[in-house]
């Protein structure tokens, strides 16, 4: 039997090393792979992987159909290499700080020169005298006062200042500077017993290093009183000065020792009009004029009833009236009738009051023959009395009436 026939008939015609090394259902023979090792903590391979692991060879690339297989754990890459990016940050942090840094510098500057600018310094000095800080207000000068006439710039004087007349209203209402020089306009009120009295001044200020001062805190003054009631009036707690003294603007620390007596007027003293002289005018009291007034109505009443017989009592003028014969009743009150009643002349306490009393009246005169005769009409009589400023209800008639 032929060679080809016999090997048909033993293995069926179809040798397995005789058909080609392809279609599906060859594989290549199982290999049993080492398992490759945990990677280290740095994520690199492991010293052994390349005996753990290889690549298929060319035989099973060329001729195997199912997916090679992987590795278990599969090498992580590095990691990449990152720049560092600290030397920037600290480069742009410098810069904003600079930036910051120069900011709070300039808005600083400006706040130190707004703060001692002219008009700060102005509104500051007199925001301490309103106050009542005097040391506060003597900081602001240059140079500071000093001498006998500075004594009265004192935080208890200040207090009397302000006590007669508070300080409010301030402002500024112009600055003018030329080089280390400067003048402020300010305007503010006084509240005065009798009202509100409007005041402007101006201040001058000369540079002091990176800031200003006042050439003058306080203005001096000299009070003249030649006016009858003068002696009753007080300088800060002392007679009224005879010589030049120095306050710091607001009223002047004047005060009585009665209440019957007031200086009238609104006394004040400025920067600006320094040095000056300012005149004391003693007066008798709204309070006091009318109790007199009134004390003399009394004292009138009294005179003219027909019981009285008082030979000091007013008289009417012309003719020989016989003393202490005037009766009758008043027309017009003495407060109605102008009558003058202020301090007396002769400057001893007193009070003098003269009025032209209207008068429905009857009294007796005496005729060529030395005998009374009965006059009866309306007429006038001129009044004058003494009171005092103790005691304002009390009347004396004076020696020049009728």
């Known amino acids: 039997m032929p060679r080809d026939t016999d090997?048909?008939?033993?293995?069926?015609?179809?040798?397995?090393?005789d058909r080609p090394l392809t279609g599906a259902w060859w594989a290549p023979p199982a290999q049993s792979l080492p398992q490759p090792s945990q990677p280290s903590s740095n994520n690199q391979p492991p010293a052994s992987w390349s005996d753990?692991?290889?690549p298929p060879s060319d035989h099973q690339s060329r001729f195997s159909t199912q997916p090679l297989p992987l590795p278990i754990f599969a090498p992580v890459p590095p990691a990449p290499i990152r720049r560092r990016k600290g030397r920037a940050a600290l480069i742009v942090a410098a810069a904003l700080a600079l930036i910051i840094g120069f900011g709070l510098a300039a808005a600083g500057y400006a706040e130190f020169v707004n703060s001692h600018?002219?008009?700060?310094?102005?509104?500051?000095?007199?925001a301490a005298i309103s106050k009542g800080d005097a040391a506060g207000a003597l900081a602001f000068a240059e140079p500071?006062?000093?001498?006998?006439?500075?004594?009265?710039?004192?935080?208890?004087?200040l207090a009397q200042q302000l006590s007669a007349a508070r300080l409010s209203g301030f402002s500024v209402t112009d600055t003018s500077t030329s080089g280390s020089k400067a003048t402020v306009s300010v305007r503010y009120s006084l509240g005065?017993?009798?009202g509100t009295q409007a005041v402007t001044d101006?201040?001058?200020?000369?540079?002091?290093?990176?800031?200003?001062?006042?050439?003058?805190?306080?203005?001096?003054?000299?009070?003249?009183?030649?006016?009858?009631?003068?002696?009753?009036?007080?300088?800060?707690?002392r007679p009224l000065p005879t010589g030049p003294v120095q306050l710091f603007p607001g009223a002047l620390p004047l005060a009585t020792d009665t209440s019957s007596v007031i200086v009238a007027g609104q006394p004040a003293v400025k920067l600006s009009d320094s040095p000056g002289s300012v005149?004391?005018?003693p007066q008798l009291s709204a309070q006091s004029k009318n109790a007199v007034e009134d004390a003399l109505d009394a004292a009138l009443t009294k005179c003219l009833a027909a019981t009285s017989t008082d030979p000091l009592c007013p008289m009417v003028s012309g003719g020989r009236p016989v003393p202490g014969?005037?009766?009758?009743?008043?027309?017009?009150?003495?407060?109605?009738?102008?009558a003058a009643v202020g301090l007396d002349r002769d400057d001893k306490g007193l009070i003098s009051v003269s009025v032209d009393a209207s008068i429905d009246a009857t009294w007796k005169v005496w005729d060529f023959n030395n005998q009374q005769v009965s006059r009866k009409e309306s007429t006038t009589v001129s009044v004058k009395a003494l009171s005092s400023v103790d005691d304002p209800q009390a009347i004396s008639w004076s020696a020049s009436n009728g």
């Not at 500071?144 to 004087?157: C, D, I, M, N, R």
């Open 117 to 126: 600018s002219p008009k700060a310094v102005a509104e500051r000095y007199f």
């Open 52 to 54: 753990q692991w290889a």
């Open 144 to 157: 500071p006062p000093t001498g006998p006439a500075a004594q009265y710039l004192t935080k208890e004087v």
């Open 202 to 237: 101006k201040l001058s200020l000369i540079k002091h290093g990176s800031s200003w001062r006042l050439t003058r805190v306080a203005g001096t003054i000299s009070a003249r009183a030649g006016a009858p009631g003068a002696d009753r009036v007080t300088f800060a707690g």
């Open 192 to 194: 005065f017993a009798s």
């Open 325 to 338: 014969s005037l009766h009758g009743t008043l027309i017009k009150k003495v407060a109605d009738s102008g």
């Open 279 to 281: 005149s004391i005018e």
């Open 7 to 17: 090997d048909a008939a033993k293995g069926g015609g179809d040798r397995a090393e």
